[in-house]
């Protein structure tokens, strides 16, 4: 289903870890869209596949032992799996940008800030060096810190700016689309508010888009227009952020819902999800959750469920739950992927 | 989770593993086939020697090498393979004890001074340094002058020279276990300092200490082989090594096959325990590392 | 969630300095507070602010500064060696990080046997293997684990075994210290529902250490709230979501983001970063990013007063301010 407008589409990609072990299913015949100014939450628990995802788009798969088994991976419609390493390199960066979780090892120790965004700067644009600092200078602004402590070293700053340093390098060549890795999941909740006011603040002011990965569904809540919910390497439910929490179809959605205690009511106990994330090495047949899935129906441990669009740009890979919020007794489109 | 492969490995220390992975390093493995083939030898020397290492026999003094003396005899007419054979067990026997000495005086201040740091770990530390500051030939020298010639007392001298690098190592592992959250459980429940030490922190150093003493070992044989070329260490007739060594050295000229395979014995043991060790490490230490 | 009774643990004026290179860091600067039996005292606060510390001092893992603990009315920081050895027998602790509390050197029976062993609790090892199958069952590890080592487990299990080394010697009193930070959403909530179920099954008085306001909630009955070494509220679970009284728990309460659709709401955004807890300077600490600060705000530091009953705040305006909606 190619289609231009789609600033991502992720076609079945499968990306597995070859391990002494066995091999480990990171990501597993994954679907995903995303278009042009939109914010897409990318939402799991360790290990569900969403950091291989990421590193998958940008190739930095670490191989040995990852390795791309199959799938595309199609940003504004050309395949970066078929890419060479040197027109890679000029994308990262230069087109998609991606930040980590801890700004402590993600900054240069010792290189002073403007000088890690002006090599930013430099690497993908045909500039002088003079030029490339004042950019640098420009990209303190844009996230908030003073133009005095432009020449400090990253030691010199706390958690909180260094994070915001980060983000002034990856938007520094005005990417396309800027994948953030739980990037405010080290900070202090009142420094992550102001990270995340930052990053709202920007998106008004610079037009990329944003994969936001995280297992917070609050800062979904805030940042996001569209929510995609991944399981042991497959996403398992996709929706705009409205749908998704007015209407949580999948059960491991609501599990989640559930695991999170409320803020605004009292519960004696919370609705868990019994037993644990499966062995990557050894999934489930059928359907992956279906151990842990409290409406398991016989056919979930043998056939593998696909995607089925249960509203208007509501997908959910479940077909016993499928007809949850239903009104009529239309069975959901089956979407062919 | 930054760019890394975000795989737990089912085991991580399990000895099977660590085998598996040792195997793969062909230098490690020879370093192993050859310190094992060592230890056969110093264990059953006195079955498979073809002489008694000071059989004399001046009729045939200085052989070359033959069928009957593969390495040829010295200039008493001793057969130099079965000295070499037996010089095995001197050298290990040396390397052992020595390297056992540092390990348990070394072991036991490092882990005293990393433990309670402070003035202890000054005070420690600081002998330490004084003896490190002494290149430890010279020391060996030194200890042995003063204990008198011997086996032994060679092994000691050795081993007192080899304690400082123990206890530095030691001290920097326990120095970084004490912050763990599960020595702090240890001491929550009530556990005594030297429990803590004995049972919850050495356990947890033991990889630096086996890298290090397979390394040390080396170390102990050639500063042995050095202490008995120059005439301190063991007496004659015993065959160590670095005694044939100095031996042959008069007769270098003309029979230079009495410092060679002596030689040679020395260099191959130290580059196989030299490999052995760079294997270990390479297969324990960076587990060690979350 | 059960208290009654008797106050059982009474913390006066306690105080823990460390000396560091660049002078003295207040890490718990003169907290006050009673816990009753039975009760849920969560401690909340971000990095620095001195809640692990207070945890550890509360039952001398670390030695304080000066002040009083006083468990049943006796103060356990005078005590010798080896009554605190008895004493450790009813105070005890579950750590944070579930990958580095435990000797990966020792199979679960051996980790949940040290403190029986060390305590001499058992004269047959029979007895001590039968009491360590009763714990595992406790805490919900299965059988088939007792010989398992750490690195063959995952985070939750791994935090159950500490749970139930925590619990061996049979403890009255338990600090836990971000118990389920390091876990996964879903494995986080079967652990707070085993705390939970543990704390009414056998009375537990717990101190509950946390960043994560939401899940402090959930275990709590009373909060406090801790900034840069000081508690700056003190107050039952409900009140302090409904109606935060100290300027930095209205910022806290309101920088959290809800996972509910829809509700964007008016951020505290508080300026500036978390100031160094070396040296303070006089006055109220959260002065330097309070929206509110006046002048005596610098020279005065407020004490924690209480309001209400049940509700105490170190603020020299408390209630006059009007306060952010939690929600």
Same mark, same amino acid.
């Given at each position: 289903m190619e289609n231009k407008k789609l600033l991502l589409d992720i076609q079945d990609l499968t990306i597995h870890y070859i391990t002494e072990s066995g091999n480990v299913h990171a990501v597993e015949n994954l679907n995903l869209t995303l278009e042009h100014g939109e914010n897409l939450g990318f939402v799991g628990e360790t290990g569900a596949g969403k950091t291989t995802t990421a590193l998958g788009i940008m190739g930095l798969v670490p191989n040995p032992p990852g390795k791309v088994m199959g799938g595309k991976i199609l940003f504004?419609?050309?395949?970066?799996?078929?890419?060479?390493?040197?027109?890679?390199?000029?994308?990262?960066?230069?087109?998609?940008?991606?930040?980590?979780?801890d700004p402590m090892t993600s900054l240069n120790p010792v290189m002073t800030v403007d000088k890690q965004i002006a090599e930013m700067v430099l690497l993908h644009n045909d500039v002088t060096e003079q030029q490339a600092l004042e950019r640098a200078q420009e990209m303190?602004?844009?996230?908030?810190?003073?133009?005095?402590?432009?020449?400090?070293?990253?030691?010199?700053?706390?958690?909180?700016?260094?994070q915001r340093v980060v983000i002034a390098i990856a938007l520094a060549c005005n990417p396309t689309l800027l994948i953030a890795d739980e990037p405010t999941t080290a900070l202090d909740v009142t420094i992550q508010a102001q990270v995340l006011e930052l990053m709202h603040d920007l998106r008004r002011k610079i037009n990329t888009s944003l994969v936001m990965i995280t297992h917070d569904l609050g800062i979904v809540a805030e940042m996001c227009d569209k929510v995609a919910i991944m399981y042991a390497g497959k996403v398992v439910e996709y929706a705009p952020t409205e749908a998704l929490f007015n209407r949580p179809t999948h059960p491991y959605t609501e599990g989640l819902f559930n695991s999170i205690p409320d803020l605004e009511k009292?519960?004696?106990?919370l609705k868990v999800i019994t037993g644990l994330m499966p062995d990557p090495t050894n999934l489930p047949s059928g359907c992956a959750f279906h151990p842990r899935c409290p409406y398991a129906a016989d056919s979930c441990s043998s056939e593998v469920p696909?995607?089925?669009?249960?509203?208007?740009?509501?997908?959910?890979?479940?077909p016993v739950r499928a007809g949850r919020w239903a009104k009529t007794e239309a069975a959901p489109a089956e979407v062919k992927s | 989770m930054s760019a890394q492969a975000p795989v737990k490995m089912k085991s991580e220390a399990g000895l099977l593993d660590i085998w598996n992975r040792l195997r793969k390093n062909h230098l490690a493995l020879f370093g192993l086939v050859i310190v094992v083939l060592l230890v056969f030898f110093a264990i059953t020397a006195d079955f498979i020697a073809p002489y008694r290492y000071d059989q004399q026999n001046l009729m045939k003094a200085f052989e070359s090498p033959s069928k009957e003396h593969f390495f040829g005899t010295d200039e008493f007419g001793r057969d130099i393979f079965s000295r070499i054979i037996h010089g095995s067990r001197i050298s290990l026997q040396v390397g052992m004890i020595a390297v056992g000495i540092a390990v348990v005086f070394g072991g036991l201040l490092g882990?005293?001074?990393?433990?309670?740091?402070?003035?202890?770990?000054?005070?420690?530390?600081?002998?330490?340094?004084?003896?490190?500051?002494?290149?430890?030939?010279?020391?060996?020298?030194?200890?042995?002058?003063?204990?008198?010639?011997?086996?032994y007392n060679m092994m000691v001298a050795v081993g007192i020279s080899s304690t400082p690098q123990y206890a530095r190592i030691i001290r920097g592992s326990v120095l970084s276990l004490r912050g763990q959250e599960f020595v702090e459980a240890a001491k929550?429940?009530?556990?005594?300092?030297?429990?803590?030490?004995?049972?919850?922190?050495?356990?947890?150093?033991?990889?630096?200490?086996?890298?290090?003493s397979t390394l040390g070992v080396a170390s102990a044989i050639l500063t042995a082989a050095g202490l008995s070329f120059i005439g301190l260490g063991i007496q004659p007739p015993t065959p160590e090594w670095g005694a044939m060594l100095s031996g042959g050295r008069e007769y270098i000229r003309d029979y230079a096959y009495m410092t060679i395979f002596p030689g040679l014995a020395i260099m191959i043991t130290i580059l196989a325990l030299n490999f052995l060790g760079d294997g270990l490490r390479d297969v324990l230490d960076p587990k060690l590392k979350r | 969630m059960n208290p009654n009774g008797q106050p059982i643990v009474e913390v006066n004026n306690l105080k823990k300095y460390f000396q560091t290179k660049k002078g003295m860091l207040h890490a718990v600067d003169d907290v006050s507070f009673t816990i009753r039996k039975g009760e849920t005292l969560g401690l909340v606060g971000e990095s620095g602010c001195g809640k692990s510390t207070l945890g550890r001092v509360m039952i001398r893992l670390l030695d304080a500064t000066s002040g009083e603990v006083k468990f049943w009315g006796e103060d356990i920081l005078k005590y010798s060696s080896g009554r605190m050895k008895a004493m450790r027998k009813k105070v005890q602790i579950v750590f944070q990080d579930p990958y580095s509390c $435990?000797?990966?050197?020792?199979? *679960? &029976?051996?980790? !949940? =046997?040290e403190p029986l062993v060390v305590n001499k609790v058992f004269s047959s090892s029979a007895e001590r293997v039968k009491k360590i199958r009763e714990l595992m069952d406790t805490v919900g590890l299965a059988q088939r684990l007792v010989n398992s080592y750490p690195h063959e487990l995952d985070g939750g299990r791994r935090q159950r075994v500490g749970i139930a080394r925590s619990l061996a010697l049979s403890p009255e009193f338990i600090v836990l210290d971000e118990p389920v930070s390091a876990l996964d959403v879903c494995i986080q909530a079967q652990i707070l529902n085993l705390l939970n179920s543990l704390q009414r099954q056998f009375g537990?008085?717990?101190?509950?250490?946390?960043?994560? $306001?939401?899940?402090?909630?959930? *275990? &709590?009955?009373? !909060? =406090?709230?801790?900034?840069?070494?000081?508690?700056?509220?003190?107050?039952?679970?409900?009140?302090?979501?409904?109606?935060?009284?100290?300027?930095?728990?209205?910022?806290l309460l309101s920088a959290i983001p809800l996972p509910k659709f829809g509700k964007k709401r008016d951020r505290i955004i508080l300026e500036g970063d978390v100031p160094s807890p070396i040296e303070p300077p006089e006055g109220c600490r959260f002065q330097g990013r309070c929206l509110y600060r006046q002048d005596i705000c610098k020279e005065k530091t407020p004490e924690l007063r209480e309001l209400e009953p049940g509700r105490s705040v170190a603020c020299h305006f408390a209630r006059a301010l009007v306060p952010a909606r939690g929600q």
């Amino acid at each position: 289903m190619e289609n231009k407008k789609l600033l991502l589409d992720i076609q079945d990609l499968t990306i597995h870890y070859i391990t002494e072990s066995g091999n480990v299913h990171a990501v597993e015949n994954l679907n995903l869209t995303l278009e042009h100014g939109e914010n897409l939450g990318f939402v799991g628990e360790t290990g569900a596949g969403k950091t291989t995802t990421a590193l998958g788009i940008m190739g930095l798969v670490p191989n040995p032992p990852g390795k791309v088994m199959g799938g595309k991976i199609l940003f504004e419609g050309e395949d970066l799996l078929k890419k060479s390493e040197r027109q890679m390199r000029d994308i990262r960066g230069g087109k998609i940008a991606m930040i980590f979780q801890d700004p402590m090892t993600s900054l240069n120790p010792v290189m002073t800030v403007d000088k890690q965004i002006a090599e930013m700067v430099l690497l993908h644009n045909d500039v002088t060096e003079q030029q490339a600092l004042e950019r640098a200078q420009e990209m303190l602004e844009l996230v908030g810190i003073k133009r005095e402590r432009a020449k400090d070293f990253p030691h010199q700053f706390s958690g909180g700016m260094k994070q915001r340093v980060v983000i002034a390098i990856a938007l520094a060549c005005n990417p396309t689309l800027l994948i953030a890795d739980e990037p405010t999941t080290a900070l202090d909740v009142t420094i992550q508010a102001q990270v995340l006011e930052l990053m709202h603040d920007l998106r008004r002011k610079i037009n990329t888009s944003l994969v936001m990965i995280t297992h917070d569904l609050g800062i979904v809540a805030e940042m996001c227009d569209k929510v995609a919910i991944m399981y042991a390497g497959k996403v398992v439910e996709y929706a705009p952020t409205e749908a998704l929490f007015n209407r949580p179809t999948h059960p491991y959605t609501e599990g989640l819902f559930n695991s999170i205690p409320d803020l605004e009511k009292d519960e004696e106990e919370l609705k868990v999800i019994t037993g644990l994330m499966p062995d990557p090495t050894n999934l489930p047949s059928g359907c992956a959750f279906h151990p842990r899935c409290p409406y398991a129906a016989d056919s979930c441990s043998s056939e593998v469920p696909a995607m089925l669009e249960i509203a208007p740009g509501h997908f959910a890979a479940c077909p016993v739950r499928a007809g949850r919020w239903a009104k009529t007794e239309a069975a959901p489109a089956e979407v062919k992927s | 989770m930054s760019a890394q492969a975000p795989v737990k490995m089912k085991s991580e220390a399990g000895l099977l593993d660590i085998w598996n992975r040792l195997r793969k390093n062909h230098l490690a493995l020879f370093g192993l086939v050859i310190v094992v083939l060592l230890v056969f030898f110093a264990i059953t020397a006195d079955f498979i020697a073809p002489y008694r290492y000071d059989q004399q026999n001046l009729m045939k003094a200085f052989e070359s090498p033959s069928k009957e003396h593969f390495f040829g005899t010295d200039e008493f007419g001793r057969d130099i393979f079965s000295r070499i054979i037996h010089g095995s067990r001197i050298s290990l026997q040396v390397g052992m004890i020595a390297v056992g000495i540092a390990v348990v005086f070394g072991g036991l201040l490092g882990s005293v001074a990393g433990y309670y740091g402070g003035r202890i770990d000054n005070l420690i530390m600081r002998a330490m340094d004084i003896l490190l500051s002494i290149p430890s030939i010279l020391l060996a020298i030194a200890i042995a002058a003063s204990l008198g010639p011997g086996l032994y007392n060679m092994m000691v001298a050795v081993g007192i020279s080899s304690t400082p690098q123990y206890a530095r190592i030691i001290r920097g592992s326990v120095l970084s276990l004490r912050g763990q959250e599960f020595v702090e459980a240890a001491k929550a429940v009530g556990s005594s300092d030297t429990r803590i030490i004995l049972k919850h922190i050495i356990p947890n150093c033991l990889a630096p200490i086996i890298v290090q003493s397979t390394l040390g070992v080396a170390s102990a044989i050639l500063t042995a082989a050095g202490l008995s070329f120059i005439g301190l260490g063991i007496q004659p007739p015993t065959p160590e090594w670095g005694a044939m060594l100095s031996g042959g050295r008069e007769y270098i000229r003309d029979y230079a096959y009495m410092t060679i395979f002596p030689g040679l014995a020395i260099m191959i043991t130290i580059l196989a325990l030299n490999f052995l060790g760079d294997g270990l490490r390479d297969v324990l230490d960076p587990k060690l590392k979350r | 969630m059960n208290p009654n009774g008797q106050p059982i643990v009474e913390v006066n004026n306690l105080k823990k300095y460390f000396q560091t290179k660049k002078g003295m860091l207040h890490a718990v600067d003169d907290v006050s507070f009673t816990i009753r039996k039975g009760e849920t005292l969560g401690l909340v606060g971000e990095s620095g602010c001195g809640k692990s510390t207070l945890g550890r001092v509360m039952i001398r893992l670390l030695d304080a500064t000066s002040g009083e603990v006083k468990f049943w009315g006796e103060d356990i920081l005078k005590y010798s060696s080896g009554r605190m050895k008895a004493m450790r027998k009813k105070v005890q602790i579950v750590f944070q990080d579930p990958y580095s509390c $435990l000797n990966p050197r020792l199979s *679960v &029976s051996e980790l !949940i =046997a040290e403190p029986l062993v060390v305590n001499k609790v058992f004269s047959s090892s029979a007895e001590r293997v039968k009491k360590i199958r009763e714990l595992m069952d406790t805490v919900g590890l299965a059988q088939r684990l007792v010989n398992s080592y750490p690195h063959e487990l995952d985070g939750g299990r791994r935090q159950r075994v500490g749970i139930a080394r925590s619990l061996a010697l049979s403890p009255e009193f338990i600090v836990l210290d971000e118990p389920v930070s390091a876990l996964d959403v879903c494995i986080q909530a079967q652990i707070l529902n085993l705390l939970n179920s543990l704390q009414r099954q056998f009375g537990y008085t717990y101190v509950f250490i946390s960043h994560n $306001l939401s899940v402090v909630k959930h *275990v &709590s009955d009373r !909060i =406090a709230v801790m900034y840069l070494g000081k508690v700056v509220e003190l107050s039952d679970y409900r009140s302090l979501f409904v109606e935060p009284l100290h300027p930095y728990t209205q910022a806290l309460l309101s920088a959290i983001p809800l996972p509910k659709f829809g509700k964007k709401r008016d951020r505290i955004i508080l300026e500036g970063d978390v100031p160094s807890p070396i040296e303070p300077p006089e006055g109220c600490r959260f002065q330097g990013r309070c929206l509110y600060r006046q002048d005596i705000c610098k020279e005065k530091t407020p004490e924690l007063r209480e309001l209400e009953p049940g509700r105490s705040v170190a603020c020299h305006f408390a209630r006059a301010l009007v306060p952010a909606r939690g929600q």
